[in-house]
């Protein structure tokens, strides 16, 4: 009796070793060629991914979306951001629980020593930059350390350099959020289809963009689907044409953001991390 | 053998039924947890992992911690260690199922858990944690069960084991290096953004771990006839001691590289821990974890320079207080600073603090019960067999 439980513990370990280890280790050579390719798209300058339609590889093929924000024009358009915030989070249908602690937003504003901590000098502020509000949101990272921590390809980078969210493999275990150094990722603590008080969490539901279940993570999606239709972002809609957000594509030299990127001084959140942001900020 | 866990007196019932009624209380929490989701916990936005993430952190480290035991025996032939390696082996299964239970509740949706088999991404550090998590798993199953059984039947153990022990050994260092790595691979935390943190981990693991086994022993030592002698004792101490006094050396240094360097985001963690932390515009303190972590190091070194003394006087009661200082204060630096301070303050420099709620610590409670009543009765199985074997022999 006890060498047959012995025979069966045996055969248990070694099934449960080989379920886990061989199918993995069987994905992991089939994929290894789509992982090079997406690792090549990590640099935005020589996108080795779509070689096939450029021939000469030197100049850079394959799109990178970016986004410019201008700050001061902001500042000098109150009531722009919200409008911004407002278009964005309706339609995407992002659930409002009123309290902090359950917080999901995509797009919000902060000062400039949130959105940059540590670039502030110590002894000079100049009150227009620490009166002035930053818009905030996925960086759209070229290097996304959200999309390395991801253990399901949940997160991942789509071929136009957008970071992308998968709302139905993702198993909600928030590597990501610890991943992102920018605070861009949102979690459903409880279910957004709920209610309070008959208030439900999410105003009105737009049937255009599925709502998410609880349990998930979520972030800006650069409006990917309405990109790929030849729109510009919500947000970027709403400012009219303040061109306080400019939105394209950055390998293209002659798109609106590269000329503005050429003109004039920008910066980027935490670009010493090596994290390449596509949104850059004018201040 | 199993059948040697159901024959016990009236304290191991009572023991028994204490533990299986707190796993009642942790699954009733979970059931509660699932229906609402993770919003039941004290998590937020800003501090996205809590109590369950640190404590599979800290429960990893005890797993590590059974090499310290396993060691000695198998690869330096340090007879003195052969009562207790099957006791180490046991408490790295029981640990390990905590670390997994762990996971799963704090996942947000458990049902697709196995997500992470079915889509395997290399490029994340949970992937490895998941294979060399569950491998270590398996190795302790089958090197403890095998090497138990085989005393049972007064044979030596079959020498197909022998690999499996050998593998475990390397492994059991794997486990801590890769959860490490968990942490200090994200870029933007500076807390956990260090080099040494994976060997803080192993040195806090090999104090930790035989710590708990050493109360266990003491504890079987009252309880039962069993005694794994005062020579593994004495050196368990040492192992112990040494171990303990590493990791406050490397917590040293990690003080030493912020407070030096005065680098603002190498300090704002510790500052959080240790001292407390102002918010840049309100000028309000927060510093909810101030106070243990300022019993943490207390204990510790408290813990330290006791073991000596016990060891010295031979006082058994004396060496399982110490041992259990240098574990709650092993608890209380990785079990909740480490995680829970890598979020304070958060990517945009705010702070949110974290407390845990009921049905969290409900949930905690249940998992380590559940760790606690596997290795009750693993080893019960083992004492039994054991004691019988020495008596016939
Ligand atoms: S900002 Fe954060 S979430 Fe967005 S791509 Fe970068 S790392 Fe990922
Ligand atoms: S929470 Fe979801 S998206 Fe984030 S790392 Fe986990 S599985 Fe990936
Ligand atoms: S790009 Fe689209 S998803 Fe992102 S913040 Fe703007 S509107 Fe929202």
């Known amino acids: 009796m006890d060498s047959s439980r012995r025979k069966f513990l045996k055969i248990a370990g070694i099934t449960a070793v080989a379920g886990i280890g061989a199918p993995s280790a069987l994905n992991m050579l089939m994929k290894q060629e789509v992982q090079a390719s997406s690792a090549g798209d990590g640099h935005g300058a020589q996108p080795a991914a779509h070689g096939g339609e450029g021939g000469h590889g030197a100049a850079p093929v394959g799109k990178r979306y970016g986004m410019v924000i201008d700050a001061v024009k902001f500042h000098e358009n109150p009531g722009m951001a919200e409008k911004c915030i407002e278009a964005c989070h309706s339609y995407y249908n992002v659930p409002d629980f009123g309290n902090k602690k359950d917080e999901i937003k995509w797009l919000w504003q902060v000062p400039f020593t949130n959105a940059f901590p540590g670039d502030e000098s110590h002894y000079k502020k100049d009150d227009r930059t620490h009166a002035m509000q930053f818009m905030v949101l996925c960086n759209h990272c070229d290097n996304p350390p959200c999309v390395r921590a991801c253990p399901t390809k949940a997160t991942f980078k789509n071929a136009d350099g957008m970071v992308m969210m998968d709302f139905h493999r993702c198993i909600g275990c928030r590597f990501c959020m610890a991943a992102c150094p920018y605070g861009a990722r949102s979690f459903n603590w409880r279910d957004p289809r709920g209610s309070k008080d008959g208030v439900p969490f999410i105003k009105k539901v737009n049937p255009e963009f599925p709502t998410r279940m609880r349990g998930v993570v979520e972030k800006c999606s650069f409006c990917d689907l309405r990109v790929k239709r030849g729109l510009i972002p919500l947000c970027v809609e709403a400012t009219g044409d303040s061109k306080a957000m400019v939105f394209g594509d950055l390998n293209d030299p002659n798109s609106e953001i590269s000329q503005v990127l050429k003109a004039r001084f920008t910066i980027q959140r935490k670009p010493s991390l090596g994290t390449m942001p596509s949104v850059f900020y004018i201040i | ?393």
């Open chain 2, 1 to 393: 053998m199993l059948e040697k866990s159901l024959k016990g007196n009236l304290g191991y019932w009572a023991w028994v039924l204490f533990l299986l009624g707190i796993i009642g209380v942790g699954v009733i929490c979970y059931i509660v947890q699932y229906n609402y989701g993770l919003g039941a916990t004290g998590m937020s936005r800003d501090v996205t992992w809590g109590i369950y993430i640190s404590q599979f952190t800290f429960l990893v480290g005890v797993a590590a911690g059974g090499l310290m035991l396993v060691l000695p025996y198998y690869l330096h032939h340090y007879k003195d260690f052969a009562r207790i390696t099957i006791l180490g082996e046991f408490m790295a299964i029981a640990s390990v199922a905590m670390c997994m239970l762990f996971i799963m509740a704090d996942l947000g949706q458990p049902m697709r858990a196995l997500n992470v088999v079915l889509h395997p991404t290399p490029n994340s550090m949970l992937f490895y944690d998941m294979i060399v998590l569950s491998g270590y798993l398996f190795l302790n199953v089958v090197c403890g069960w095998v090497v138990l059984h085989s005393e049972y039947k007064g044979i030596k153990y079959p020498n197909w084991v022998k690999p499996f022990i050998y593998i475990s050994i390397p492994w059991a260092v794997s486990i801590h290096t890769v959860t490490a790595f968990l942490y200090c691979g994200l870029p933007g935390r500076h807390f956990w953004l260090t080099a040494i943190l994976a060997p803080r981990f192993l040195a806090s693991a090999f104090a930790a771990g035989p710590c708990l086994l050493m109360v266990i022993a003491l504890i079987m030592k009252r309880t039962t006839k069993f005694d794994i002698g005062r020579v593994a004792q004495d050196k368990l101490v040492t192992i112990i001691g040494y171990a303990a006094l590493l990791n406050f050396f490397f917590l040293g240094c990690e003080i030493f590289v912020a407070y030096y360097s005065t680098i603002p985001g190498h300090m704002h963690t510790l500052d959080y821990l240790y001292f407390g932390l102002a918010d840049h515009a309100t000028g309000q303190v927060y510093n909810n974890l101030v106070p243990f972590m300022l019993s943490s190091v207390v204990m510790g070194f408290a813990g330290i320079g006791l073991i000596f003394v016990s060891r010295y006087l031979k006082s058994d009661p004396l060496l399982a207080l110490s041992c259990l200082l240098i574990f709650v204060s092993f608890w209380i630096d990785k079990g909740l600073g480490l995680v829970l301070g890598g979020f304070v303050p958060n990517g945009l420099e705010q702070i949110t603090e974290y407390v845990p709620t009921f049905v969290e610590l409900g949930i905690t409670a249940g998992v380590w019960a559940t760790g606690f009543f596997i290795i009750t009765v693993l080893y019960k199985i083992a004492i039994s067999v054991k004691l019988e074997n020495e008596k016939t022999a």
